[in-house]
């Protein structure tokens, strides 16, 4: 009988862990940029990081939040998201980008003339949740095998074994990907083969702090032999 690899939330850790989380910094190769929106052009949020077993790297994934629902960042082909496979090696965290403008005009940047008061509108939002470039916690994750080959059933299972809420478990690694609607399997835009099923992810147990999915689901992809990642989420 199959098992289920449940992503389990274990706790906080600094916002640079080189471990499996959601939420925090990204680590990626020096010189990496931070990516972008296709549609609004806005730096992308932060999601969360996978470290692969075997060495096969760390998969980063970004998402926009600066106008949700107008950037189609639940596609896996729209721009509106970004999954970014990295080598496992000579990660460092990457540099936060300004913020988006805003309607004032200021771009976060401090070089409007009022740069005090910039900075300290900037730190306002982080404290405030409200920086669109990263969530406002950082989420470790215990792996948990249970032995229950389909994801629902497997939460219960650990729920009811544990005596912890099921919105405790942030997802699953590996397996089968449990689509809220239908097949979105994404292929990879250079050898076209389709993408292998890397991770789910679930929103969370706090919603202030929680990725946005339209209260759905998430999944990551990875082509390994030609370095391509893709992201996607239903509801």
């Known amino acids: 009988m199959s098992a289920t690899t449940l992503l389990v939330h274990d706790g906080s850790a600094a916002p640079d862990a080189p471990v499996t ?24 949020q932060f999601i969360a990081q996978l470290v692969l077993d075997g060495g096969r790297g760390v998969l980063a994934v970004f998402m926009c939040a600066n106008d949700p629902g107008s950037c189609q960042e639940w596609s ?14 000579a990660l460092a965290p990457l540099p936060l980008p300004a913020l988006p403008a805003t309607e004032d ?3 976060g940047s401090g070089e409007s003339g009022e740069d005090d008061k910039d900075t300290d509108e900037e730190e306002d939002d982080e404290e405030d949740g409200e920086d669109v ?14 032995a229950e080959p389909e994801y629902r059933p497997a939460v219960k299972a650990w729920s009811e074994r544990s005596g912890r809420p099921g919105n405790e478990v942030l997802g699953r690694l590996g397996g089968t990907p449990d689509w809220l609607q239908y097949d979105e399997t994404p292929h ?17 147990p706090d919603p202030l702090t929680a990725p946005n999915f339209g209260s759905g689901r998430a999944y990551a992809h990875a082509c390994a032999p030609c370095g391509r990642a893709a992201f996607l989420w239903q509801c």
């Open 188 to 204: 990879c835009t250079d050898c076209g083969a389709p993408m292998e099923f890397i991770a789910q992810l679930e929103e969370g």
């Open 76 to 89: 896996a082909t729209s721009g509106g998201n970004r999954a970014l496979l990295f080598p496992p090696d």
């Open 133 to 146: 470039r990263l969530l406002g916690a950082v989420r470790t994750v215990e792996c948990v095998t249970v």
């Open 21 to 44: 989380r959601v939420g925090g910094l990204p680590l990626a190769p020096a010189g990496t940029d931070w990516p972008t929106c296709t549609a609004c052009s806005g730096p992308l």
């Open 105 to 107: 005009g200021d771009d």
